[in-house]
């Protein structure tokens, strides 16, 4: 089976952009009129939403229910990750096997092609603007996790004897303040704040201190994402063909690794199948593609799954399943109005043609 796993890596909120640089190439004397690129063949990059979830429970999680009334408090100190959400883009990578030369007639009026820094074309006589991409950014680290803030804990709370007693205690407290922010709100407060901006003080302040009680008895839930991404290069259908595996305690694993699910990706073409061809045929062909070569790409379906769930579900163009076709030279021997060609340069395909 002809298919190769590119890469697999572990990114902090990483996000793929596009081609990073592009250089105006000039088809001069020095060069014979030529400027010389690479069609691209299709890398697909899945990139999956690894999600770390750090729970830690409040000492007083047992009495929650009893006098906050929430029924589910944390209740041990736990780790585990969930997979978040799956996206996959169409990235181009130079196919060493179809490196071609634009050839110009000498005398064009000023020829000239963009090319990315992979060598695809990007635009013929015609200018080219780099699309940006978005830039990587890395993911906010998470403060320590700490249910236990020792500044809520007043002197009656400390000295309340056992876990019970302090239990109560605190959600006298709580209750407390609710009833503090309550007064100061409605104005019916002994002592109100001078203005505006003393009162949003006061209240920020009451609620930072109810929340510190509160999670005395909740505890404390906190989550970071990462971003795991593997390539895979297809020539051919793949069916349950695993990316990789996940895990809930230890997040992605390799693709090998039975500790995890596997997340599988199936991808089926969508174009007729291909005719016999002969080889001579073929070769006569090839031998008739002259001036500017491109890619047709073929469509596919793709659908990744894991655990009998579709995490994503759509079509994709694939280099590999289409056709390479040709601009005849003569287009570009036009010295007054030369022709502009636009191109997607992650598939080699013609976004579009001005004369």
């Not at 999670?215 to 051919?236: A, H, M, R, W």
Request: glycine letters at 6%; proline letters at 6%.
């Amino acid at each position: 089976m002809k298919y190769l796993i590119i890469t697999a890596s572990l990114l902090l909120g990483m996000t793929l952009g596009a081609q990073t640089k592009v250089t105006k190439k000039i088809a001069a004397k020095s060069t014979d009129f030529g400027i010389t690129y690479t069609l691209p063949k299709t890398s697909l990059v899945v990139t999956a939403e690894v999600i770390k979830i750090t729970a830690q429970a409040g000492p007083y999680f047992r009495y929650a229910e009893k006098y906050l009334g929430v029924k589910n408090p944390v209740a041990e100190d736990k780790t585990y990750y969930q997979l978040g959400k799956v996206t996959i883009e169409n990235k181009g990578i130079p196919d060493p096997e179809n490196t071609y030369i634009v050839e110009f007639k000498p005398g064009t009026v000023a020829p000239y092609a963009y090319l990315s820094e992979e060598g695809f074309l990007c635009s013929i006589n015609a200018e080219y603007e780099l699309k940006t991409g978005s830039a990587p950014s890395a993911a906010a680290s998470s403060p320590a996790l700490d249910a236990t803030n020792m500044s809520v804990f007043t002197e009656e709370l400390l000295m309340a004897g056992s876990t019970a007693k302090q239990a109560e205690v605190a959600a006298k407290q709580i209750y407390r303040i609710r009833e503090s922010r309550m007064n100061l709100l409605t104005g019916d407060a002994d002592n109100m704040p001078p203005d505006g901006d003393a009162l949003k003080l006061v209240i920020l302040q009451l609620e930072s201190q109810e929340k510190g009680l509160t999670n005395l008895f909740t505890g404390i839930t906190t989550s970071q994402s990462s971003f795991f991404d593997v390539s895979i290069t297809p020539y051919e259908n793949l069916e349950r063909e695993v990316l990789f595996r996940f895990s809930d305690l230890l997040g992605i694993v390799d693709a090998d690794d039975l500790g995890g699910m596997p997340v599988y990706i199936n991808l089926k073409s969508m174009e007729p199948p291909a005719a016999p061809v002969d080889p001579k045929e073929a070769e006569k062909k090839e031998k008739l593609m002259k001036g500017i070569i491109y890619n047709v790409p073929g469509k596919a379906q793709v659908e990744i799954v894991m655990n009998r769930k579709s995490l994503l579900k759509g079509e994709v163009q694939i280099v590999q399943f289409g056709r390479r076709e040709n601009l005849i030279p003569v287009l570009f021997e036009d010295k007054k109005v030369p022709v502009k060609v636009f191109f997607y340069p992650e598939t080699g395909a013609i976004k579009q043609i001005i004369q």
